[in-house]
């Protein structure tokens, strides 16, 4: 009897949206008349921090920083439609639709700005600190404080834009099966270290080893975020999680945090994280959807660093180690 | 975490103003302190509470409900039954024309698992609530019930869903959606190796922290106003109005600030019957789930078994790949028919494999209603690819990350549900992934990239 000590890897890719439907999602965005923007949607934050980002994509097309930007969700009142929050779809393409709409805001502010300044729209550029200036010529510039007061006093220009993220909808081929279900990829690779007690069945996750590819971070703090929780989760998905743990037996099913078990505190596994971006084609700025890949390559990684250890294969999930003693047991029956 | 940034810094603009930008969350000090308000924050005078009476069968017919016990407990205003459902049998993605409506609101005849919604009690207090829910009256004929999918797939099956007629979703191509690449039976008869495996998992808990629900507000103008944490404001309220019989103007949906959701609140469940209680009582309504209903009742993750066949060659090659999957849908549809063929697009995993063949297949059982979680579709796939291509590798003595450079997909190569492969990067993680892990694979696999075969 003995801790014994395995690796084991494993690669995979993930769909960003779904397409049914079209995978609509749109955005208003408007300016107050001292030069803040307004960014409204029915999208959900699902305490991801769709808020945020929403901020920084508006403040990068906008021109300014993200501190002028307030995002406005979810009130179907005033937000326009969104398919929802799901499907690694959020920010691209929610992102996308505010992309759109900021950028007509901004034609919008350029040419008021354009008529203040008695230059072509063309020829105006941003310095993302909230001024407006004549290319080549910095001395000539104005806030969008004052670009936003003329625009609503002065002018009678509404600075705002519509977004819309809309692609065809997606039929399978009956036969075939060719169909469009997705658009950008993005990519994981995950090496699991673990221990495992060939007496117990227990398994402890020593290290994980995370390299996701995930078009651009557009915010790394928050990628982090996600991505470390995504972590654990896959974690947890792997070794700990059943709401039916005497399955085919319905009973005794976790009703509480104390029931259904999840790895705590003590039992996190070392976590290390590091992130590729290679921009997709159709993203805001880049960026593929990571939200669910990120809990998904440490199962199959823990799985197989499981074989690498005791030389069993647990082809269910969870592997409990119940599930371990009995493939051990088995194996040594021969 | 480290950005690697001289990956694919040729075809990347960074040095941006705002984005790439680790900013500080302007939420955070708000969920930090406190001081963030969620749907539950809401409080109304005289607002009701809402709980359900739930099957303790997972297949009966229901015989009869006496709600005249219930109706007398003290604080109770209101009971709801099926028939006060305007539209009670419903399914969710029929906005988006994917049908039949299989669901009832209320159960009406019948229940087909055990949770299931049968009678809502209102009353003024929470307490209330529950005591009388305790005394409705249900008179079940226990049904024979079925728990497994392949037994749910036999002749002679205990039919779960009357509305489907057979306990599998009907797509279009038949009893599951279908990719056929190549020939894969050639690939089987050239292969140096076959290996046949199968996988399965077990329904699991999205487990947020805040559970399920939603507040109720009749404005006095014939609108409502409902508060709620659903992950999908306009399909939540263009489904409430196809069950309220109401329309869509009369519905007005507050939300978007959530505590956690993994796909667990993308099911229109609380809603409805909430905006139909606060109709018929003039009364603001809560229904909250308690942490129990949140794990034994909402959608787990699908419960799935995945059969995989390979065809491999000495050198590593994989050139046939068949797949069969199973998703349990339990007894009724939401998201299930979708994850089946979300799973048949992402099958075979991100490989290049001249001949792929994949069946997947939405089957309905008398287990809780799963739906959508974080990745279904994929997650239980990539389980079971990723323990078969280790599985393999040892199959033929290679080293398992060498053998997923053989295989890798590139830029330009076509996947088997016929899409090109663009922006690829699975080599660069596993390159990345060899050298953080320690993990030496041969100096060719490292020189590879994923912009396309020409090296």
Same mark, same amino acid.
């Given at each position: 009897m003995a801790i014994r000590r395995g690796r084991g890897v494993a690669a995979i890719n993930y769909p960003t949206g779904m397409n049914l439907g079209g995978d609509p999602t749109?955005?208003?965005? #408007?300016?107050?008349?001292?030069?803040?923007?307004?960014?409204?949607?029915?999208?959900?934050?699902?305490?991801?921090g769709m808020k945020q980002i929403?901020?920084?994509?508006?403040?990068?097309?906008?021109?300014?920083?993200?501190?002028?930007?307030?995002?406005?969700?979810?009130?179907?009142?005033?937000?326009?439609?969104?398919?929802?929050?799901?499907?690694?779809?959020?920010?691209?393409?929610?992102?996308?639709?505010?992309?759109?709409?900021?950028?007509?805001?901004?034609?919008?502010?350029?040419?008021?700005?354009?008529?203040?300044?008695?230059?072509?729209?063309?020829?105006?550029?941003?310095?993302?600190?909230?001024?407006?200036?004549?290319?080549?010529?910095?001395?000539?510039?104005?806030?969008?404080?004052?670009?936003?007061?003329?625009? #609503?006093?002065?002018r009678g220009r509404s600075i705002s834009g519509r977004g819309m993220f809309l692609i065809p909808r997606s039929y399978p081929e009956k036969e075939t099966?060719?169909?469009?279900?997705?658009?950008?990829?993005? #990519?994981?690779?995950?090496?699991?270290?673990?221990?495992?007690?060939?007496?117990?069945?227990?398994?402890?996750?020593?290290?994980?080893?995370?390299?996701?590819?995930?078009?651009?971070?557009?915010?790394?703090?928050?990628?982090?975020?996600?991505?470390?929780?995504?972590?654990?989760?896959?974690?947890?998905?792997?070794?700990?999680?059943?709401?039916?743990?005497?399955?085919?037996?319905?009973?005794?099913?976790?009703?509480?945090?104390?029931?259904?078990?999840?790895?705590?505190?003590?039992?996190?596994?070392?976590?290390?994280?590091?992130?590729?971006?290679?921009?997709?084609?159709?993203?805001?700025?880049?960026?593929?959807?990571?939200?669910?890949?990120?809990?998904?390559?440490?199962?199959?990684?823990?799985?197989?660093?499981?074989?690498?250890?005791?030389?069993?294969?647990?082809?269910?999930?969870?592997?409990?180690?119940?599930?371990?003693?009995?493939?051990?047991?088995?194996?040594?029956?021969? | 975490m480290e950005l690697r940034k001289?990956?694919?810094?040729?075809?990347?603009?960074?040095?941006?103003?705002?984005?790439?930008?680790?900013?500080?969350?302007?939420?955070?000090?708000? #969920?930090?302190?406190?001081?963030?308000?969620?749907?539950?924050?809401?409080?109304f005078p005289g607002m009701l509470h809402l709980k359900m009476v739930r099957s303790p069968h997972h297949h009966a017919r229901i015989r009869s409900i006496d709600t005249s016990e219930a109706e007398k407990h003290p604080g109770v205003v209101r009971v709801l039954t099926a028939k006060d459902v305007p539209h009670n049998v419903y399914t969710i993605l029929i906005l988006i024309q994917i049908g039949p409506e299989d669901e009832t609101v209320l159960a009406d005849g019948k229940v087909r698992w055990k949770g299931e919604a049968v009678v809502a009690?209102?009353?003024?207090?929470?307490?209330?609530?529950?005591?009388?829910?305790?005394?409705?009256?249900?008179?079940? %004929?226990?049904?024979?019930?079925?728990?497994?999918m392949e037994e749910a797939l036999k002749p002679g099956a205990p039919i779960v869903n009357e509305y489907h007629g057979q306990n599998y979703y009907l797509y279009d191509s038949g009893e599951c959606r279908k990719v056929r690449f190549g020939d894969v039976e050639a690939g089987f008869a050239q292969a140096d190796h076959i290996l046949e495996q199968s996988y399965q998992s077990s329904p699991i808990e999205h487990a947020p922290t805040e559970t399920t629900g939603c507040v109720v507000a009749p404005e006095g103008n014939d609108r409502f106003t409902c508060y709620t944490n659903t992950q999908a404001m306009f399909f939540t309220l263009d489904n409430a109005s196809i069950i309220l019989q109401m329309p869509g103007s009369k519905l007005h949906f507050v939300g978007g600030t959530v505590g956690g959701g993994f796909g667990g609140k993308v099911d229109v469940i609380v809603e409805p019957i909430a905006i139909l209680a606060a109709k018929?009582?003039?009364?603001?309504?809560?229904?909250?789930?308690?942490?129990? %209903?949140?794990?034994?009742?909402?959608?787990?993750?699908?419960?799935?078994?995945?059969?995989?066949?390979?065809?491999?060659?000495?050198?590593?090659?994989?050139?046939?790949?068949?797949?069969?999957?199973?998703?349990?849908a339990g007894a009724y549809s939401r998201h299930s028919p979708y994850g089946a063929q979300k799973g048949a697009a992402h099958y075979p995993g991100p490989y290049t494999i001249p001949n792929v063949w994949i069946d997947t297949y939405c089957v309905y059982t008398n287990r809780t209603p799963s739906s959508a979680m974080r990745g279904f579709g994929v997650t239980i796939g990539d389980f079971a690819l990723e323990v078969q291509m280790d599985k393999l590798a040892r199959l033929i003595g290679m080293d398992p990350l060498e053998f997923h450079f053989i295989?890798?997909?590139?830029?330009?190569?076509?996947?088997?549900?016929?899409?090109?492969? %663009?922006?690829?990067?699975?080599?660069?993680?596993?390159q990345e992934a060899?050298?953080?892990?320690?993990?030496?694979?041969?100096?060719?696999?490292?020189?590879?990239?994923?912009?396309?075969?020409?090296?």
């Amino acid at each position: 009897m003995a801790i014994r000590r395995g690796r084991g890897v494993a690669a995979i890719n993930y769909p960003t949206g779904m397409n049914l439907g079209g995978d609509p999602t749109q955005a208003l965005v #408007h300016s107050t008349p001292t030069g803040n923007f307004m960014v409204t949607l029915s999208s959900v934050d699902l305490g991801q921090g769709m808020k945020q980002i929403m901020a920084q994509i508006c403040a990068e097309t906008i021109g300014v920083p993200t501190d002028r930007v307030v995002v406005d969700t979810a009130d179907t009142d005033t937000g326009p439609h969104c398919m929802g929050t799901f499907a690694s779809r959020g920010t691209h393409r929610a992102g996308n639709a505010v992309i759109q709409a900021a950028r007509e805001a901004r034609q919008v502010m350029l040419e008021v700005a354009a008529e203040e300044l008695e230059v072509n729209a063309s020829d105006l550029e941003t310095d993302g600190q909230g001024n407006i200036l004549v290319k080549g010529a910095p001395q000539k510039s104005m806030s969008i404080f004052d670009v936003a007061l003329s625009a #609503h006093f002065k002018r009678g220009r509404s600075i705002s834009g519509r977004g819309m993220f809309l692609i065809p909808r997606s039929y399978p081929e009956k036969e075939t099966g060719a169909m469009k279900p997705s658009t950008c990829y993005a #990519h994981a690779c995950t090496v699991a270290e673990v221990e495992v007690d060939d007496e117990t069945g227990e398994v402890t996750v020593l290290t994980v080893k995370n390299v996701f590819e995930i078009g651009r971070a557009l915010n790394p703090k928050m990628v982090e975020q996600q991505l470390v929780g995504g972590s654990w989760m896959g974690i947890s998905h792997a070794l700990y999680e059943t709401t039916e743990p005497y399955y085919p037996n319905r009973d005794h099913g976790g009703t509480d945090f104390n029931q259904y078990l999840m790895p705590g505190l003590g039992d996190l596994a070392e976590t290390e994280i590091i992130v590729l971006e290679r921009p997709s084609a159709d993203g805001p700025f880049g960026a593929k959807g990571p939200g669910e890949m990120c809990a998904n390559p440490q199962i199959p990684a823990i799985a197989n660093a499981v074989f690498d250890a005791v030389g069993v294969r647990i082809d269910a999930l969870p592997i409990t180690p119940e599930r371990i003693l009995r493939a051990l047991k088995a194996q040594a029956a021969g | 975490m480290e950005l690697r940034k001289s990956y694919f810094a040729d075809v990347r603009k960074d040095g941006l103003n705002e984005i790439g930008q680790p900013r500080p969350r302007l939420d955070s000090p708000g #969920h930090v302190t406190g001081k963030t308000a969620y749907f539950a924050d809401r409080n109304f005078p005289g607002m009701l509470h809402l709980k359900m009476v739930r099957s303790p069968h997972h297949h009966a017919r229901i015989r009869s409900i006496d709600t005249s016990e219930a109706e007398k407990h003290p604080g109770v205003v209101r009971v709801l039954t099926a028939k006060d459902v305007p539209h009670n049998v419903y399914t969710i993605l029929i906005l988006i024309q994917i049908g039949p409506e299989d669901e009832t609101v209320l159960a009406d005849g019948k229940v087909r698992w055990k949770g299931e919604a049968v009678v809502a009690v209102l009353a003024e207090t929470e307490r209330a609530a529950q005591e009388a829910a305790a005394k409705v009256k249900v008179d079940y %004929e226990v049904l024979p019930a079925v728990f497994d999918m392949e037994e749910a797939l036999k002749p002679g099956a205990p039919i779960v869903n009357e509305y489907h007629g057979q306990n599998y979703y009907l797509y279009d191509s038949g009893e599951c959606r279908k990719v056929r690449f190549g020939d894969v039976e050639a690939g089987f008869a050239q292969a140096d190796h076959i290996l046949e495996q199968s996988y399965q998992s077990s329904p699991i808990e999205h487990a947020p922290t805040e559970t399920t629900g939603c507040v109720v507000a009749p404005e006095g103008n014939d609108r409502f106003t409902c508060y709620t944490n659903t992950q999908a404001m306009f399909f939540t309220l263009d489904n409430a109005s196809i069950i309220l019989q109401m329309p869509g103007s009369k519905l007005h949906f507050v939300g978007g600030t959530v505590g956690g959701g993994f796909g667990g609140k993308v099911d229109v469940i609380v809603e409805p019957i909430a905006i139909l209680a606060a109709k018929l009582t003039g009364r603001p309504v809560c229904f909250i789930y308690s942490r129990e %209903e949140e794990m034994q009742v909402s959608s787990p993750r699908a419960a799935e078994k995945v059969v995989i066949k390979d065809g491999v060659m000495k050198d590593g090659r994989i050139v046939a790949r068949k797949v069969t999957g199973y998703t349990d849908a339990g007894a009724y549809s939401r998201h299930s028919p979708y994850g089946a063929q979300k799973g048949a697009a992402h099958y075979p995993g991100p490989y290049t494999i001249p001949n792929v063949w994949i069946d997947t297949y939405c089957v309905y059982t008398n287990r809780t209603p799963s739906s959508a979680m974080r990745g279904f579709g994929v997650t239980i796939g990539d389980f079971a690819l990723e323990v078969q291509m280790d599985k393999l590798a040892r199959l033929i003595g290679m080293d398992p990350l060498e053998f997923h450079f053989i295989n890798a997909y590139r830029d330009g190569d076509m996947k088997a549900h016929r899409q090109p492969t %663009e922006g690829a990067a699975l080599i660069e993680c596993m390159q990345e992934a060899s050298r953080a892990a320690n993990w030496p694979v041969a100096e060719k696999y490292m020189a590879i990239s994923s912009y396309g075969k020409g090296e």
